[in-house]
């Protein structure tokens, strides 16, 4: 049997207040959001996506992020991470004294052009003078890359290739994580091994992270398969499993925190996680956002 | 990267129509349960489990399993089975023609006494004279092993010595194929790993069937963990997702056909089956069954 405690421990970024929010229909009121974050710090999550900043707003849901990061509890041992889209939004994140900044790209040209509203090469420009300025201001630079196994606009696969050129590029500028996101939530443990056996050659697997959407029920074994093959142990993930599908209305999109964190619990990894914490941040944020949560341990009644 | 060419070709074993609808709240109408059968036969799938002969009946959901068998189109290739609960069932069934006979049993003594109505020994020892009255009449049998990794009504965990004694006494009955069900749906890979190390060296990988129901979300990772590891290709999935789980209304049990066959065929296993003929099988269900199908696939608007 498979000795699990030779793999490094899973680490999870909770990515509900962002991204989460983000692809929600509702606009979730700044004083829930705040909640929401400071019950996830205390439910043992060590590291939280917690708002945007930029000029190109990604829309009415994130508009607040000043006003939640500087309403949320700051708890000892958690990093707090936000989004930048631009050098005016590094500043407001600088103000809002955030941990680490994320930028966001993609390796598929469809994505970028329709998403990013840019060529690949040019969406990668734009995030040089952020990513540079963080680093002098030491704070570390995530990179999240989208639609990183199949491309909702592309028609066919994005190629482990072009992900890897996506992420040299990047690492050229200094950014030291990055989450590969499998957008359309189809990727398969053998598509993960693909792109794993080609981005591990490049950097250390405690610099992916990778971001799955559980749409077609894979994300579990995804991110076992990532673990316990390629001993990467960094995974994003959103507390109920909040922010759906953006390409398909009521399918589910983001893992859910609780089910990643049962996971790799049930598989051997002491995860120090409070579900029934987790349960009920998630819980707290149904009247706001209109529908249930698709997470599984939400809907199952323990005793 | 995982060669899967050297992997066996994952068998599916369809469900839906016995297991499926015996946890079911509605009572399906026999020509529904007929139009659906004869759909999964022509969507690719090899086996399928299509009803229950017996005095001690599981309920209204499978009175009709001789009406069933009477009616279906056999398909060539394609081999009908069936839950046979006692010597007058097994007269039933051979007067329908099944292809293979199904028992079950349990290694949880809580579970057999509840579900069962006796001890572990006293349900084995019932299952003799069906299994050596099949085997005389030419036909192979089958024992679905409930609770083989958690029980709903034991306290704690089912252990694989526990599950290895249960398949001893089937073997040296003359039980041909075990099925092993994580009826409580929360087992994971690393579960799956602990109960094959065990079985394997008693059976071979071609007599073990796994049974998983998606209740936390983990079917998937432990049917792809036993077939990459340990090359078990064989697995029970239900259409849709029917049944439900037993134990929590309203939440996912059986791991549905479409899913797990995707899964498959994303992990490169040259799976021939339906996708469109299986979706529109389980969706002529819906009106009969009362709720839409937990399945991710139902849920995906495919263009």
Redesign the interface.
Known sequence: ??D?TTLPLPRLTEVGPRDGFQNETAVVPTEAKVEFIDALSGSGVREISAGAFGAQLLGPQLADSTEVFENIRRKEGVQYLALVLDEAGLDAALEAEVDKVEVLCSPSEAYSQKVLDAPIAQTLERLRPIVNRAWKERLPSRAGVAAAFQCPYQGTGVKPEAVVAVVDRLRAMGVAEFSLCDTVG??????V??LL?LLLKRVGPEQVFLHFH????????NA??AW?EYGVAGFDASCGGVGGCPY?P???GNV?TE?LA??FL???APMSVDFQKLRLAGKALVPHLGHSLPS??S???FR
């Open positions: 049997m498979l699990v189809s990727a398969s443990p053998q598509e091994r693909a056996d559980d749409t077609y029920g894979m994300a579990l074994a076992l398969a316990t398909a009521g399918v589910g859910a089910d049962f996971a049930a598989s051997g599984h341990l809907k199952i009644e």
